[in-house]
């Protein structure tokens, strides 16, 4: 009866659209594989470190959530996500002198899905899209996808010069601005106060949709809290976060915190997208909170962290040439080197690799692809020894290379 | 330091598209909403019922799990999906007559993204999707997001008429067919292996991806197995399942099985979309089976919604007056009534709100809305006594507007 068994690739002619054959598996995933052969010490990853992920609070979360809400714990839910949990991070935010309200939450399976579908809002193929440069490459990835035309401006360690922000968007017309706002990914660049406000009064005064997304902002070690986005700039600010840095990613939990407006547009995607996100993993995680479990989490995140990342600079200090600078960042999961112009991140990977050292170059970070002298070091996940070989051996590679 | 903190809904004054402000809440989503309502009966829900999850397992496998696979239960996983688990559906598939192999399955957040992800591989704005008359409202959604034309041909007890599919093959090129094969939601209706075998020869001839949304396929508790689409047809089709209504919908856990080429594409859409599928909860699912415990689950499933559908089938043949037809399905969740042209199913939910019973009327599952006279009852989710009540009250409105 049956007409075709075998599962040949040309056996049926279907044809797919150019943009989507475009789209290919990002060079960062090329390099995480290759960082993850046995023996090689690791940089490269965006991951939390896995020996910190509370995994018998876990268990005990999905057991008590199970045996509480029963049935409805493993039940289809609203697209909008829990009532319950939005009203916590609604009140977690107010308590952060960010005002809001149920329905200016919406939850997402990850923020990965939150910047994917407020692009689609806002951006046709074609439109432009204004970015830090760099940015993050899964946000690229995205932008790709639809087609969008993506400019830049350039950063400091105060974040976007604010100057080529204007010029960009007069010349360009952007339909969304997209920034990591805090410890960026890839940067760990902060965005100071200042810019802040001035970023803020340009996304209002040419009416673009300014779109932080901000999963590291809990992640903070040392230094001074600065005002979110949000909390600055109210309506003109669509924010977005995650449970990934500060629980585990592996449950795809995220939110959009922005206007109802909006929030309702997006319930009606998420609807038509994948119905709701997962309905245990929501109740997992706001059991996990209301237990008072998160905030001595992260507490123990950031000591780990924090501790990781004063080593390793003082590390880079004793180990990297003089003509390498990188940044300090003061909370997150990375930092970035910036080497001489003429010298390649490309060469020094594969010269690392060979002595089983990685990190992920700087290059795909980039949306024209052009600067090709920087790369991102993660200093969460390796081991403190794992960190001082690692950083030791990447110092040697430098100093013969420049 | 604040520039706007209310969340006005003008105070900024951002422009969206036509096509996603047009996506409105779903109408069976409003019908839910009532249908929930303390007292009422409700034979309205597309829910597995919820007294057969096994949550015990559920807590169980989620404790060996983590304790088994630590940090990387929780951790980022591949877009693609949890290899261990896609080989299992592949060896089950294989298993039963559907040559699988690992590189044809990718794991999606439920079915439905499963849908929307083909959906958008195929189909761009202004292109045609054959489906049938009428089909499930979810795709519908999906359908009308990516501004495709809907185009349907009509079905009787065997399923899809299938010189109606060949006419509009050639009349609208449809990029798509999109087909619900077994049990199918809304109406029960399973279609026959000559038909399917019709069904595929015509999606070879005209070279049109067939889409077989497939989530009853095992819930069958009476009459034989008919060879699935996808048993028959091979690289022709592009099936799709979930766990949703064999083990829990929330666990968000789905998947497509098709040729590799397609899988690879789906793939990077996936990974743009939302990086991957919640980790814990596909190892969740993987443990469950891995135990033992899927077969027996879903015998019990089976045994206890067959009861229920005969009990229901002998207590309508009591009391639905003899101008009305329904469906009797071998398997899965509902079954359709049709009522005489000129009876208003608007008109019974009304009434048969006004006596706490609920049902969903048909026509938000046509895409032209224009089939009045039709409902769908879920016989899965009540209780035997109120299957028994429910049934009663609704011959009664039925006999008293007829």
Chains 1, 2 share one sequence.
């Not at 090689?40 to 939390?48: E, K, Q, R, T």
């Not at 940015?135 to 996808?145: D, H, M, N, P, S």
């Not at 400091?156 to 952007?174: A, C, H, S, W």
């Not at 004063?310 to 080497?339: A, D, I, N, Y």
């Amino acid at each position: 009866m049956a007409l075709i068994k075998n599962h040949d690739l040309t056996a049926v002619g279907w044809t797919y659209p150019e943009h989507i054959l475009s789209l290919q598996p990002s060079v960062v995933r090329e390099i995480l594989k290759i960082s993850n052969r046995p023996g090689v010490i690791s940089f490269a990853g965006g991951l939390p470190a896995p020996e910190l992920f509370p995994l018998d609070e876990i268990i005990e979360s999905s057991k008590r959530v199970i045996t509480k809400y029963k049935g409805d714990s493993v039940q289809y839910s609203l697209s909008l996500g829990l009532t319950a949990l939005r009203k916590l991070l609604a009140e977690r935010y107010s308590g952060k002198n960010e005002p809001t309200e149920l329905d200016n939450i919406i939850i997402t399976s990850g923020s990965q899905q939150a910047i994917e579908m407020v692009t689609r809002v806002f951006v046709e193929p074609g439109d432009t899209i204004l970015t830090e440069y760099p940015t993050y490459v899964g946000a690229l990835q995205i932008f790709q996808y639809h087609k969008a035309n993506v400019v830049c401006a350039d950063m400091d360690e105060q974040g976007l010069i604010i100057e080529q922000v204007e010029e960009k968007i007069i010349r360009y017309k952007p339909k969304m601005i997209y920034v990591v706002s805090t410890f960026q990914n890839p940067t760990g660049i902060t965005m100071s106060e200042s810019r802040r406000v001035a970023l803020i009064e340009l996304a209002e005064k040419y009416g673009v949709p300014l779109v932080d997304d901000n999963p590291y902002e809990e992640l903070r070690f040392k230094g001074k809290h600065v005002p979110t986005l949000k909390s600055l700039g109210g309506d003109a600010v669509i924010s977005m976060s995650t449970v990934s840095k500060i629980l585990a990613p592996g449950l795809r939990i995220g939110w959009v915190n922005a206007k109802k407006e909006l929030i309702s547009i997006l319930e009606r995607i998420k609807q038509a997208d994948d119905l709701h996100a997962g309905t245990l993993n929501q109740y997992i995680f706001l059991d996990f909170v209301q237990r008072g479990l998160l905030d001595p989490h992260i507490k123990r995140i950031c000591a780990d962290y924090g501790s990781k990342r004063e080593l390793m600079l003082e590390e880079m200090e004793r180990s990297f040439p003089k003509e390498v600078s990188w940044t300090r960042p003061e909370g997150g999961l990375f930092l970035w080197v910036t080497m001489p112009k003429h010298v390649s991140a490309q060469n020094i990977f594969d010269k690392a690799i060979a002595r089983k050292v990685a990190f992920v170059i700087g290059q795909p970070f980039y949306p024209d692809g052009k600067t090709l002298n920087t790369f991102r070091i993660n200093y969460a996940t390796a081991s403190k020894s794992d960190i001082l070989e690692g950083i030791k051996r990447l110092g040697d590679i430098l100093k013969e290379s420049i």
